[in-house]
Each structure stands twice: as structure tokens, then as C-alpha cells.
């Protein structure tokens, strides 16, 4: 029995144990904890952390020097492209304007952008272990070592304290806020008072745990209060609720918090209003046991940052307060109620009623999925019963009997008439008044006619919102569906807002205005999705919010003042989400109220939680993000990202590493990157946080990188990186020069030989063609003298016995004669022509044959006496084709002159010249019309005739006026075309 009483009482001990461990008092504050570790590339078993005046987060340990920019930790061999003196390293600090590195087996290292020293252990600096680095605001930097202390005086390293501190190692230094220096030599504590050089030992509690903080040292005996550790009088710490849970003094963190491991996990520590510490916020572990932290430090974004045996981890405040609610509960809901009340409540709990003193008051409502607001005092909640809250009473109404057991209330609106309507599940549409209820017979005819989401807007329109996407608007006698074709493409509406008379409708698709029976989309700007909008409140200050899947979207009122007017662009939103407090999604498959401005305040409703924000007091991060290059990499190297770099010879593709300091949200960093000579305008880098580069030509080019943070602070100047790419000879201007001067030599000889190929396949051609012409003159003469000659001198014969007979007819002789003459004229005339089809022509020939035609031509006698003849240059023997033609040509220009100008002179000549013949037929005649002159007249195809020969000869001809009046003729002809 009395063993079963021990144990009854054991168990109870460590139950009461177990419920004060997990006693939390929240304050409305919330923080978000991030954790890394080995598989995140986080350094395991880092010893110390520093920030430097770039930003960038360092951490030193055994496992060597990793930096962090907020997104990926670098494990790193040099620091400002200068390498380290060993990866062996147990201490990093923050220099003004660098870092120093300890390293285990002695030495230590400072970095500068443009420098480094560093200090050799035995030579220049103590032998032995770098333990810790302090450096106070007067720059001195001091240095604990397992051989003593050392402090940097005008560049050398000098012991520290010796006359007052005992031999041994040095576990760490420190420097207070007020400028005081803290030893712990060996297992004993020391303070160097201000304006003193001696030490003074601070004497530490038997079994006490012991951690300097910026105030000075504290210590925390097992089970009991916290105590402040000093030489002088000073106030007594602030104390514990349950000292027993904390084997640590609490350590300080951003805005005045502090911070302890215990047995369920971390905790935030906050003082009550009797000072005493209580945690405010937990963090559960879940393995346990305490934690220890090794070293931590606060960032300049007021980041905690905390270095344990598992990792590191981050803590940063929510811009977000969560009202403290009952645990395990889900599928929350709030609305504004009773003058600046906040009704909230989550499934199977009692609706909420929220002061504006910050109480809480429960109903007896358990069950409720709407609210409607129709006066201060005046309030409709709606779920299995419809309950009514005006001024200080408060009635329950069940609903219809049709509605059976199931039956709940989706949604409520206020008609402008003062009729209250009710949408309930599975029922439709009713109408309340005076506890009767009655359905509304306008939906009558209409599908699934349950309205989700219910408003009477500014104008006094009623609209209910349907699933499918379906908006109807409600008029005193039926509905008015809005017409596909007005484009509402938000999925199923699950709620409505009225903004000044402009209706905008939310659903699982997004969010979209309907302005005079035509949707518009509203869209924000750099979201990947934007749905499941599930509430929409207009703030204070104008700015419209949107609670949709990602988070809340806020538009500022000069976005919403664009959208009005052209909603087609996209527009600037503010995203918060998880980041900023915001946790969890909004209920899904029945929509519940989950956004409303009460009091100045914006609040918010989750499956998981309801949290607010003063929307005229968001907080700011407005430090810009520092901007850093880290590499500029080729195929072949990695290059530090030196000014005025010179690249190899002909490369051609680079990659440049860049990255930018921001702690606090980094996923939201912007950063954006340009190449002079290359890009035309800023590119956005994404998350990569680096630039690609190929077919990039010698020159000389700018590099820059710009970043703004998660607040849109932005670093204009940024960071920049000119270098150069040296041309190869071939790449130079005087290689260019040389190359075009040879393509164009080497085109001109191109063209010269490409133009004699063509001469002298025109040669070949024209050979060609006179050698068929002679073989076709020949065979035309053959055929005249074997075949027309002959039968024209048999006739002849014959003709010649005729005229023997006719001697007693001596007219018809006469006759008979004179014709047998002319015939035989006419067989030597022709004789004559096929002996010429057999030989060049000459220039007399061509003459005489001109003469002829002009006195054949019958214009006259003496026509032919007007003619003359010219010849200048060496006279050459015409080809037969060239002598035929330019016969032709000069014999129409001659009997033209003779026939139409009425010319006193008709000049001919011919020119024979190296490269052509010349030839020109003149008169002082009448003259020719230029239309005439160009084209011949219509119907009479001498003049054109006579161009075409010639320009198949290859030859050019023209006609003008003569020197004398008149006209003349002028031609040339290829002297390869012309002479035999």
C-alpha cells in the first residue's frame, strides 16, 4: 500500500512537472524559428558567429570557415580572395571593415578587402590556442589564447594583464556595453575596471552556470534564481517563474527578449506585470533535453541567431501578433461584431467576443459559419440556428422545419428594404422577418440554387455568389444572372466586397471587378498563383486586402487607383505569408468568414489560427541589403572579382557568382543584374543569384548587380566589376583591316575572272553561232546556184529561141529582150550575192550597196549623189552576221533619210576602233519627233527593228539630233562581234 502511495505520488510530481514545463503565456507576439543543418550545409559544431560590415554571416569550427548570405552556406578557403593559413580555425570575428580569423594551433589572421596580415605564432604573435577575440569601440582588439592574454597595440601583439591575472589559458575575453573588459582564466573570472590596468576577480556561486552578456556576467545555481555577477553594486536581475526548468541564464535577444533552452524545447522569456519571467512562447524539441548554445548573436536586421551542437538556427519576429487560442483547434473564422468587438471562433467551440480592452467573452454558440454586421449594434450570426445580437439581447431561432436536421446557414445579407436573407445548405435561398421564415421563390428555376456568398452593395443591389462560378443579381421580382459572356472566370465565389459601388467577387480561381456587366481579372504582379481568395477588406488607409492560398496580398491604394482604371495590367501587391506570421490556409470546402478590420486592426482566420496587424503600422526593414560579387568564372578558373580583371584570349562564355546580404526574409530579395555592351536593361536573377554570359566578343565591359529587400529597400549603387577580354591578333582592328582589304583584292579578282569566263564563253558562243551561220550561207548558196540558177539560165535558153522566133514581131522582141537582159542582170546580181554568202564583206562593198539602194529607193534621180561616205581608223574585214546586220540598220536610216527628211546631205561613216566599231548615218534633214526617235511609230517596225539588231550583236544604238539638224543614227558594235 505504501509503495502504491510513493508511486501515486511520484507520478503526480512529475505530471505537475510535466504541466508547468509546458506552461506557455503568449503575448501576442510571435517569432518564426529556422533551423539548418548538416544536410543543409549548415557547419556542425561551429564554435563562434559574426557578422561583418558587409552583412555576410560567418561561422568558424573545426569543420573550417563557412560564410551565409541568407540563403546558402559556402564552405570557404579564402576571405576577400585571400587565402587562410589553416582550415583548423576556432574563432571568427568581426573587425571594423573585416574579419579576424583564430586558428587552434596558433596564429591569427586579419582580412581586409584589399589585404591581409597575418600574425605567426612564436614570431609575432603568443604561442598556443586562439580561444577568443573581443574588440572594443575604441578598435583595440584583444585576444584570448591558451598561453594568456594579448592585446594589438600600433601593430604588434603585447601580453595583457599579468601583474593581476594568473598564468594559464585563457578561455575567453569579452568587453561590456560599458566599455569594461571580462576574463575567465583558467576556471576564475576577472573585470579590468574602466580607467584601471590591474584585474579584479569576480567571485561565481559553487555549481552555477555561468554566461556574459552584454551587461555583464550571470550565473544560475541548479534549481535556483538568476544572479548577477559583479565587483560593484547593481540591481538585482529580473527572476524566473520556475527557476527548476532552466539550467542557463536566459540569454538577450532582438527587441528586448530573451531566450533559454529547457526540458520541452526553446522558449521565449517575457517579464509580466510583477517583472518576473515567464515564457511567452515555445518552440518544442521533442527530444527531450536541453539544448545547448554554443554562441549567438543578434544580426543588424534584429535576427537572433543561435549556434547549437545540431546546427544553427535563426529567430525573427513576425510582423503578424496571433491571438493566444485553444489548442488543438481548427477552422477558424472572424468577423467583426458588436461595435469594435472581434467575433472569432474555430468548429465545436463557443464563438468568441473580443474587447477592445483585449478580454475575451464566450457565447453559448458553438456551431456558426456566418456573420452579418447590419449596425453597430446589431449582429446576425448564422449555423444550425440563426441567433440575432441587438443592442444588449440576444434571441435563437431554429431554422425552417424543411431544412431538417443537417440544415446550416452558408451565408446572410440585408436587403435594402431591411429583409434578411438566409442561404442554407441544401435548401436555397429564404427571407427572415419577425421570426417567420419564407422561401425566396426569385431563385425558383435556377440550378443548385444555394447561394455561397451573399451582398448588398453601396447602390442598394443585392448579389449572391454561386458555385461554378455563378453571380446573380437580385431585383424586387427575379434574378438577373450575369451572362457568360461577361468573362467572371473565378471558379466557384466564395466571397464579395463593395468598394464605393465597385463590386469585386473572389473565388477559387482569383479575384475579379465587375463593372458594367464585364469582369476584370485582378491580378498581382509577380505571382505564381493567386487563388482560393476567400476574404477582401478595404483598410484605413485604402489599401485593398486579398486572402487568398499564398497569403494576404496587399494593394496599395495607388495600385487599386490603377486598377479602376485599366484593369487589364497587372498590379504591384505585397505578399505576407508564413514568413511574416501567417500561418496556414483559410477553410476550404465551406467557406468561412477570414478577413476583417476591427478597430483599426486587419485580422485573419486560418484552418489553424487567427492572428492581426496594424496595417497603419506594418514594420519595416529599411536597411538596404549589401551587394556582393563572389566569383567571376570561366571554363578554366574562378576568378576573384578584382576591378579592371583581364581575361584570357578568346574567351568567350563567363559565369559571375553574386549575392546579397539580406537575413531577415532572403526568398524575397530582388536582385537584378545588367552587362554593358549586352543587356539593354536590368534581368532579374531569381533565387540563382548568378549571370551567364557566352559568345561574348574582346572589349571592355561593365558588370553590375543591384538588390532591393524583402520590403523593397533597394541598393542602387550596388556592386560593379569592369574587365576585359583582349582580342586575339585575328580579333584585331588591323587584322580586320587587313582581312577586308584582302576580300575586297580577292573579290575584284573574283570578278575579273568571273567577267573574262564570261567573255570567253561569248566568244565561244559567238564562234560558235558564225560558224553556223557560214555552214547555213553556204548551204542557201549551194541551193541557189545549184537548184535557182540553174533553172533561172535554163529559162533563160529557152527564152532566147523565143525571142530567135519573134523576129517578124520586132516590138515583141524588143520587149522580150529587155527583159532576158534584165534577167540576165539579175542571174549575175544574184551569182554575185551567193559569192559574197563566202567571204568577209569590206567597207567599199558596204558603200556600194548603200549607193545602190539609195538609187533603187525612187525618190528622185540623184538621190544616191547626196550620199557620203567617211571612214576612219585601220579598215578591217566585217563578219558576215555583223556585216549583215549593220547593212540592214544603215540601209533603213539611209532610206528613211532619203524618203521622209528631205535632206540636201546624207552622211555616212564608220569608225573602226580597237574595241568597236562605230557607225553613224546623218542628215540635214526635216528631223525626227523624240517620242518617234525612242519607241518608231505605232504599226511600222523600222526603228525598233533596227535597236534589236544591234543589241544582238551586243551592241548599243541611239538616235538623236544631228550636229548639222536632222537626225543621226549612231551605233557601236563589240569589236569581237564586228571584225572577221
Not at 527548476?244 to 541564464?249: D, F, H, I, S
Not at 492572428?611 to 538596404?624: F, H, K, Q, T, V
Request: proline residues 5%.
Amino acid at each position: 500500500m505504501r509503495n502504491k502511495r510513493w508511486a501515486a505520488l511520484l507520478l503526480g510530481g512529475l505530471l505537475a512537472l510535466t504541466a508547468r514545463a509546458q506552461e506557455v503565456h503568449p503575448d501576442g507576439q510571435s517569432f518564426e524559428r529556422r533551423r539548418w543543418s548538416q544536410a543543409d550545409g549548415a557547419p556542425q559544431f561551429a564554435m563562434t558567429v559574426t557578422q561583418t560590415d558587409d552583412g555576410m554571416l560567418w561561422f568558424a569550427g573545426p569543420s573550417g570557415l563557412h560564410s551565409f548570405d541568407g540563403l546558402r552556406f559556402r564552405r570557404v578557403d579564402k576571405v576577400y580572395g585571400h587565402a587562410l593559413s589553416s582550415s583548423n580555425i576556432s574563432i571568427a570575428r568581426k573587425v571594423q571593415g573585416g574579419l579576424a580569423v583564430g586558428y587552434y594551433f596558433g596564429g591569427l589572421s586579419i582580412f581586409m578587402p584589399g589585404s591581409v596580415t597575418h600574425y605567426v605564432p612564436g614570431r609575432d604573435f603568443p604561442r598556443g590556442s586562439v580561444m577568443d577575440i573581443a574588440v572594443g569601440k575604441d578598435g583595440v582588439m584583444h585576444c584570448a589564447t591558451s598561453s594568456g592574454l594579448a592585446v594589438l597595440r600600433d601593430g604588434k601583439w603585447q601580453p595583457e594583464g599579468q601583474s593581476s591575472l594568473p598564468q594559464g589559458r585563457a578561455n575567453w575575453v569579452k568587453i561590456d556595453q560599458s566599455g569594461r573588459l571580462w576574463a575567465f582564466i583558467g576556471k576564475d573570472y576577472f573585470v579590468r575596471p574602466i580607467g584601471r590596468e590591474d584585474f579584479v576577480p569576480v567571485p561565481v556561486p559553487p555549481d552555477s552556470r555561468t554566461t556574459i552578456r552584454t551587461d555583464g556576467l550571470y550565473a544560475k545555481p541548479a534549481g535556483k534564481d538568476i544572479q548577477r555577477l559583479d565587483i560593484v553594486a547593481t540591481p538585482p536581475p529580473e527572476r524566473l517563474d520556475h527557476p527548476e526548468l532552466y539550467k542557463n541564464v536566459p540569454i538577450k535577444g532582438p527587441h528586448g527578449t530573451q531566450w533559454a533552452y529547457r526540458g520541452d524545447g526553446l522558449v521565449r522569456l517575457a517579464p509580466g506585470e510583477d517583472g518576473v519571467l515567464r515564457a511567452v512562447e515555445l518552440f518544442a524539441s521533442g527530444s527531450g533535453r536541453e539544448e545547448v548554445i554554443s554562441r549567438s548573436t543578434i544580426d543588424r536586421e534584429d535576427n537572433l541567431w543561435l549556434l547549437t551542437p545540431s546546427g544553427v538556427e535563426r529567430l525573427r519576429r513576425h510582423r503578424f501578433h496571433r491571438l493566444d487560442t485553444q489548442l488543438n483547434t481548427f477552422f477558424w473564422l472572424a468577423q467583426r461584431g458588436l461595435g469594435d468587438e472581434l467575433w472569432f471562433g474555430a468548429i465545436n467551440t463557443p464563438l468568441l467576443r473580443r474587447k477592445p480592452d483585449g478580454t475575451t467573452e464566450a457565447t453559448e454558440i458553438r456551431n456558426f459559419n456566418a456573420l452579418l454586421r447590419t449596425a453597430a449594434d446589431h449582429v446576425w450570426v448564422g449555423g444550425n440556428a440563426l441567433w440575432e445580437f441587438h443592442g444588449g439581447t440576444q434571441r435563437r431561432w431554429a431554422l425552417p422545419a424543411q431544412a431538417g436536421k443537417e440544415g446550416e446557414i452558408q451565408a446572410l445579407a440585408a436587403e435594402a428594404d431591411g429583409g434578411l436573407l438566409v442561404s442554407i445548405v441544401r435548401n436555397g435561398l429564404w427571407r427572415f422577418a419577425h421570426g417567420q421564415w419564407q422561401q425566396d421563390e426569385r431563385l425558383r428555376g435556377v440550378v443548385d440554387p444555394v447561394p455561397v456568398a451573399m451582398l448588398t452593395d453601396a447602390r442598394g443591389k443585392t448579389w449572391l455568389g454561386f458555385a461554378g462560378g455563378r453571380l446573380v443579381e437580385l431585383a424586387a421580382g427575379q434574378a438577373h444572372p450575369l451572362p457568360a459572356s461577361a468573362g467572371l472566370q473565378v471558379g466557384n465565389v466564395l466571397c464579395l466586397l463593395d468598394i464605393g459601388g465597385k463590386l469585386l467577387v473572389g473565388g477559387d480561381l482569383g479575384a475579379a471587378w465587375i463593372d458594367g456587366g464585364q469582369a476584370h481579372a485582378l491580378r498581382p504582379e509577380h505571382a505564381e498563383r493567386f487563388q482560393h481568395v476567400s476574404g477582401m477588406v478595404l483598410d484605413g488607409q485604402g489599401s485593398l486586402w486579398v486572402h487568398s492560398n499564398d497569403g494576404l496580398h496587399r494593394f496599395d491604394a495607388a495600385a487599386l487607383a490603377q486598377f479602376w482604371k485599366t484593369p487589364a495590367l497587372p498590379l504591384q501587391a505585397e505578399l505576407f505569408n508564413f514568413e511574416d506570421g501567417v500561418g496556414g490556409v483559410a477553410a476550404g470546402g465551406r467557406p468561412l468568414p477570414s478577413l476583417a478590420q476591427v478597430g483599426g486592426r486587419l485580422y485573419y482566420a486560418t484552418v489553424s489560427q487567427v492572428g492581426w496587424i496594424d496595417p497603419a503600422g506594418i514594420s519595416r526593414n529599411l536597411r538596404p541589403p549589401n551587394v556582393l560579387l563572389q566569383t567571376l568564372r570561366t571554363p578554366e578558373k574562378d576568378y576573384a572579382p578584382v576591378d579592371q580583371l583581364v581575361l584570357p584570349q578568346q574567351t568567350s562564355a563567363i559565369e559571375l557568382a553574386f549575392t546579397a546580404t539580406a537575413l531577415s526574409i532572403p526568398e524575397r530579395v530582388r536582385m537584378q543584374f545588367r552587362l554593358s555592351g549586352v543587356d539593354r536593361d536590368w534581368r532579374d536573377a531569381g533565387l540563382e543569384r548568378r549571370a551567364q554570359y557566352t559568345n561574348l566578343a574582346p572589349g571592355h565591359y561593365r558588370f553590375q548587380v543591384r538588390a532591393a529587400n524583402e520590403d523593397g529597400a533597394w541598393n542602387h549603387d550596388g556592386a560593379q566589376l569592369t574587365f576585359a577580354i583582349p582580342p586575339a591578333f585575328w580579333q584585331t582592328d588591323w587584322f580586320r583591316t587587313l582581312g577586308a582589304l584582302a576580300a575586297l583584292a580577292l573579290s575584284v579578282l573574283l570578278y575579273r575572272w568571273r567577267v573574262a569566263v564570261i567573255e570567253q564563253r561569248a566568244a565561244h558562243h559567238a564562234i560558235l553561232r558564225l560558224d553556223a551561220t557560214l555552214q547555213e550561207r553556204s548551204r542557201i548558196a549551194r541551193s541557189l546556184h545549184d537548184n535557182l540558177l540553174q533553172a533561172v539560165q535554163a529559162l533563160l535558153l529557152r527564152f532566147h529561141l523565143v525571142e530567135q522566133k519573134l523576129a517578124q514581131q520586132p516590138e515583141l522582141q524588143q520587149m522580150v529582150g529587155s527583159a532576158l537582159d534584165y534577167a540576165e542582170t539579175l542571174v549575175a546580181s544574184t551569182r554575185d550575192e551567193v559569192m559574197a554568202l563566202r567571204r568577209p564583206q569590206d567597207a567599199d562593198e558596204l558603200f556600194a550597196a548603200l549607193r545602190h539602194a539609195a538609187a533603187q529607193a525612187g525618190a528622185g534621180a540623184g538621190a544616191e549623189q547626196r550620199l557620203s561616205f567617211t571612214v576612219s581608223g585601220q579598215p578591217r574585214y566585217l563578219r558576215a552576221d555583223c556585216c549583215a546586220e549593220l547593212s540592214s540598220v544603215l540601209r533603213e536610216a539611209v532610206l528613211n533619210s532619203v524618203l521622209h527628211s528631205g535632206a540636201r546631205q546624207i552622211a555616212v561613216r564608220l569608225t573602226f576602233e580597237d574595241d568597236a566599231l562605230l557607225a553613224e548615218a546623218s542628215d540635214d534633214g526635216a528631223g525626227m519627233d523624240g517620242a518617234i526617235a525612242r519607241h518608231g511609230k505605232p504599226g511600222h517596225w523600222g526603228i525598233p527593228g533596227m535597236r534589236e539588231r544591234i543589241v544582238r550583236l551586243g551592241g548599243q544604238f541611239d538616235i538623236a539630233a544631228g550636229a548639222q539638224g536632222g537626225v543621226a543614227v549612231r551605233l557601236s558594235i563589240p569589236a569581237r562581234q564586228a571584225y572577221a
